[in-house]
């Protein structure tokens, strides 16, 4: 019978450390790489802690997310979302069985029939989806609105967002307003990007430009990070002869970028061009000036998610819930009217 010892001797760590990882000890701090090792061995050897063991009424989940490490070090929109869904699970008594990217999926398939749900944070083709639904059919996805209404889904409408914020910079005078992206597509098993079309905030920006009769200003970059912003906003200087009055920035990454580009050429914010921008992380607020953010509060997502992880465990026949979060425009100093 394998125990925690054998697993510690194969990751070479002490058996105290293979302990707290697999309780999710906050207080212990231990390298990524060091906590996939001994995930991957326990699934290699099928190990579960010995309080799940024969208990019928474990709160057994998977997580998996779309977004690689090394992305969410760039990016940690998903980082949050991932680690915040792992406190709360843990607080809410469920075991998570295992915590992955989408690269790793292919060792797990067959725990996916074990759990008691299956939550998927991200954008991944609708062939993992439907892959994940015919071995579970508590599937939960989480940050993508279009995926298939026979899933249960925490999501936000990004494109009906989008046009509130237009709307609202529109009453505060801006009409030359330019808007910049990353691509938009879905991963496959094998991490790869397979393009999806614009983006449900590129559309609700084209949608909304065309029919307030205003020229469209979209530059769209291969990913989301600070230096696509940076490229793309000396892009965008080196085309145009004029300033808009403001930049939407899809991600507060990419106006991290477009400030960086901005001020090297001594372009002031807000004074002569605005910004404001989706997610609201923490360096929004520290950023000079202040950044201006679309909040997603992703504290509502993760009760929802654990809600939804408690009902298909009480009723396992019922019904997809589809669950749409709203947020808020958070005004800070990269905004203001145009006078």
Known sequence: MVNIREIAKRAEVSPSTVSRVLNRDPKFSVSEETKDKIYRICNELNYIPRKYKNNRNTKSIGIISSTSREAEVNDPYYRQIREKLAKASKSNDYYIDFMIHLPYLESYWHRITQLSSVIVIGYIHPSIHE???????????VDDFFCSEKYSSVSVNFYKEMLKVLDMVYDMG???IAFIAGRNGR???NNRFIPDGPGDREKAYLDWMKEKQLPAMPYIGQDWYAQDGYDLTDKFLKEKDQLPTLIIAASDMLALGIMRRLSESSIKVPEEVS???FDNLEIATFLTPSLTTFN???NEMI?????ICTDEMIDKNSS???I???GDLVMRESLIAVT
Not at 131 to 140: H, P
């Open 296 to 298: 997603v509060n992703i």
């Open 303 to 307: 009760r929802w998610i654990i809600r």
């Open 324 to 326: 749409v979060i709203s």
């Open 174 to 176: 801006h009409r030359e």
């Open 275 to 277: 910004i404001c921008s």
């Open 131 to 141: 892959r994940l639904y015919s071995l579970n059919k508590n599937i939960i996805i």
């Open 320 to 322: 997809p819930t589809k």
């Open 187 to 189: 991963l496959d098993i």
